[in-house]
């Protein structure tokens, strides 16, 4: 079992940057992929950028050409720069990944609050 604990979140001006980290008791290979997701209160979670066991990256719109996801397979992390940041991507920010063992989800961890205002 290996356990996600994300870090780096805080307050920013629009136009601003963060760069979130993701770090993992274990071996990051366990997964499959690791993905990055948000959620605003009030609003569903979604996956924001994803990241397969063989490097590919995937982004949702609303962030492509922003945001970063990036792996240290070393370190065991997983990180996620954003760019350009914008109110609406004030959110709660999780990583996770789909497991080797049994392709789910690992537990959800506390996130990192990203907040972006004037």
């Known amino acids: 079992q290996v356990q996600l604990v994300e870090s780096g979140g805080g307050s920013v001006q629009p136009g601003g940057s963060l760069r979130l980290s993701c770090a993992a008791s274990?071996?990051?290979?366990?997964?499959?992929?690791m993905a990055w997701y948000r959620q605003a209160p009030g609003k569903p979670r979604v996956r924001v950028a994803q990241?397969?066991?063989?490097?590919?990256?995937t982004y949702a719109a609303s962030v492509k050409g922003r945001f970063t996801i990036s792996r240290d397979n070393a370190k065991n992390m997983v990180h996620l720069q954003m760019n350009s940041l914008k109110p609406d991507d004030t959110a709660l920010y999780y990583c996770?990944?789909?497991?080797?063992?049994?392709?789910?989800?690992?537990?959800w961890g506390q996130g990192t609050q990203v907040t972006v205002s004037s």
């Open positions: 990241l397969t066991r063989g490097g590919a990256t």
């Open positions: 274990g071996s990051i290979l366990s997964f499959t992929e």
């Open positions: 996770n990944g789909v497991r080797n063992s049994d392709h789910a989800l690992g537990p």
